[in-house]
Structure formats: structure tokens, C-alpha cells
């Protein structure tokens, strides 16, 4: 690990605040010093969060041609996406999809 990492996760460890000058050096990494901070930074996470991963799933009660004009949903029709069409689900639909998620 590089020295500069290796403070920064001193600083971040022990609850101090980073400073701009380091900030600034974190948006600059490229290459190896990049690679080091993000190997600490997982180091971090695994210290506090742990490695488990936490999933959410959702399901999808109506589908296709939403009036809504949302950049990132793919089922806007004001896209030109090949989403699947159907109406609201029921209830029964709906229940039995939460409870195969």
C-alpha cells in the first residue's frame, strides 16, 4: 500500500476528516495509486460493513408504455426500447411475486 492511502485510511479510520489537498489528490489517482485506494477503501468497507451483500428485489406491477419521460427507465414510450407490454398485475400476481423474491 502506498504511503498516501495508507494515512488516508489512518484519517478515515480514526474518524478525522480528510482534507481538500486530499480530496483533490483522491479525484487525481490514476494507475496504481487509483488501484491502492480503492483497495482501501474496500478494506474499509469490509472493517465496518462486513462482506455480506444485502439484495432488494422488486417486481414489476405494470409494464411498457408509461407516459412518464424518465432518462434512465427503459419503458417510457417516449424510448424506442423492446419492453414488454402488459397492464397492471393483481393482486394475486403481485403477492405471490413478493413472495418468490
Known amino acids: ?46 472493517t465496518h460493513c462486513g462482506t455480506a451483500v444485502d439484495l432488494c428485489s422488486i417486481i414489476n406491477a405494470k409494464s411498457g408504455r408509461c407516459a412518464e419521460n424518465c432518462a434512465f427507465c427503459a419503458q417510457s414510450a417516449h424510448h424506442q426500447s423492446q419492453t414488454e407490454v402488459y397492464p397492471l398485475k393483481s393482486v394475486a400476481e403481485i403477492v405471490a411475486g413478493a413472495r418468490q423474491a
Open 1 to 46: 500500500m502506498n504511503t498516501f492511502t495508507a494515512e488516508l485510511l489512518e484519517k478515515v479510520a480514526t474518524g478525522s476528516a480528510i482534507s481538500e489537498a486530499d480530496a483533490l489528490q483522491i479525484l487525481q489517482a490514476q494507475g496504481s495509486g487509483f488501484t491502492w485506494l480503492m483497495a482501501g477503501a474496500q478494506q474499509l468497507k469490509e
